[in-house]
């Protein structure tokens, strides 16, 4: 028994076998000439311009993390907040702030 393909589909595989089969050195390098992967002096400039740019960066960015507080919740509570949480500006005596004994409740 032999394997014969149908026409529509054998002339893609006739084409990628034949394109897949040349070898390299045809004329074609792919792009890769003579001077392909060596680097320059002007690429070496480059890359030090870059390094000192990111330590520049990191500096900077130090700089500014340390002026950041370490928690931005607020020391002192506002208005809106006494209010809600029931806590004044001056702290009630530690006798006044313990719970009392319960009242019985008052009959009406």
Request: charged residues 25%; glycine residues 8%; without cysteine.
């Amino acid at each position: 028994m032999s394997l014969a393909l149908p026409a529509p589909v054998a002339e893609p595989v006739t084409t990628v076998a034949v394109v897949l089969a040349q070898q390299p050195g045809s004329g074609d390098n792919g792009g890769q000439g003579e001077d392909f992967g060596k680097s320059s002096p002007v690429g070496l400039l480059v890359l030090i311009l870059f390094l000192i740019a990111v330590a520049f960066l990191v500096r900077s960015m130090t700089k500014h993390l340390k002026r950041v507080p370490a928690s931005f919740d607020s020391e002192e509570p506002k208005p809106e907040q006494e209010a809600e949480t029931g806590k004044a500006d001056d702290p009630a005596p530690a006798a006044e702030t313990e719970p009392a004994e319960a009242e019985p409740p008052r009959k009406t």
